[in-house]
């Protein structure tokens, strides 16, 4: 099984600030990554597909990039809103698994 | 618009069985390749397993911590996914949710396996 390494797990920072998640596969998966954010008591929302492009309704301040084995997903701008539990999970190969999950709060 | 209704989760003692449905609609249901994931109280997500469509030749795929107590089945003329958990632990309180992709979430269904 390919294991997804996320972090960190929890991150406190500013309205305004630059966040940063990290995500490693223990082996290629090529693009085949999404990025979700959670809110609590709410399902998961997708917000990156394959690795980098946006999901459709999504705010521009989010993204993601890499390829291969390492990840980065980024929000430029953090917004009140974006209080959140954010998880990578990989598709290329079955069975699917997800990082552990950051946890993001507000300064 | 795609709908996703989880139904027939509740409390069970270990080692007993629960069929969970889900009811679909806003898509082409017998197209669908449908996953179930869950998400322990307090944990993260976890892909339990998936279905392939029927011209796709049904397969099925499972997480090794259900392989061979979990069945997932369908019924294209109702589009229905079902989830039958056998042997139940206490690890597998969660709440369930099926899906046909990724960006389509229902509300899920609580399991809560306990004595």
């Known amino acids: 099984d390919i294991q997804m390494t996320q972090s960190p797990s929890s991150l406190s920072a500013s309205v305004g600030d630059r966040v940063i998640i990290t995500c490693q596969a223990s082996?290629?998966?090529?693009?085949?990554l999404n990025w979700f954010q959670q809110k609590p008591g709410k399902a998961p929302k997708l917000l990156i597909y394959d690795a980098s492009n946006l999901e459709t309704g999504v705010p521009s301040r989010f993204s993601g990039s890499g390829s291969g084995t390492d990840f980065t997903f980024t929000i430029s701008s953090l917004q009140p809103e974006d209080l959140a539990t954010y998880y990578c999970?990989?598709?290329?190969?079955?069975?699917?698994?997800f990082g552990g999950g950051t946890k993001v709060e507000i300064k | 618009e795609v709908q996703l209704v989880e139904s027939g989760g509740g409390l069970v003692k270990p080692g007993g069985s629960l069929r969970l449905s889900c009811a679909a609609s806003g898509f082409t249901f017998s197209d669908a390749w449908m996953s179930w994931v869950r998400q322990a109280p307090g944990k993260g997500l976890e892909w339990v397993g998936r279905?392939?469509?029927?011209?796709?030749?049904?397969?099925?795929d499972y997480a090794a911590p259900v392989k061979g107590r979990f069945t997932i089945s369908r019924d294209d003329s109702n589009n229905m996914l079902y989830l039958q958990m056998n042997s139940l632990k206490t690890e597998d309180t969660a709440v369930y949710y099926c899906?046909?992709?990724?960006?389509?979430w229902g509300q899920g269904t609580l399991v809560t396996v306990s004595s």
């Open positions: 279905i392939k469509s029927k011209t796709a030749g049904e397969t099925t």
């Open positions: 899906i046909p992709n990724w960006r389509s």
């Open positions: 082996q290629d998966i090529s693009k085949y």
């Open positions: 999970q990989q598709y290329n190969n079955v069975p699917r698994t």
